[in-house]
């Protein structure tokens, strides 16, 4: 389960950092029948994010990595007890 959040993270670090051209933009909210994007909407997984992390600066994506770092630590210790 670790190893999956773990996993999960790193993309999404990798994503919030890549610029996005309008192509990319396009394929990712309505992607083509049968594609591994399509499979990850299916899955759950919010595809605007993608899109929305590259628009905001670098202090801006720092605060939201800060925040969801805190509340992992305030999961972990909650599920310790």
């Given amino acids: 389960m670790i190893f999956y959040f773990c996993k999960v993270f790193l993309v999404y670090v ?39 992390q590259p628009r905001l ?5 720092i605060r939201k990595l800060q925040q969801a770092m805190y509340m992992v630590s305030e999961l972990r210790s909650e599920y310790k007890r």
Wanted: proline share 9%.
């Fill in 14 to 52: 990798i994503w919030s950092l890549w610029p996005l051209n309008r192509k990319a933009e396009q394929r990712l909210l309505n992607p083509t029948p049968g594609s591994t994007i399509e499979a990850a909407r299916k899955f759950g997984i919010d595809l605007t994010l993608l899109i929305e």
């Fill in 57 to 61: 600066t670098p202090d801006q994506r």
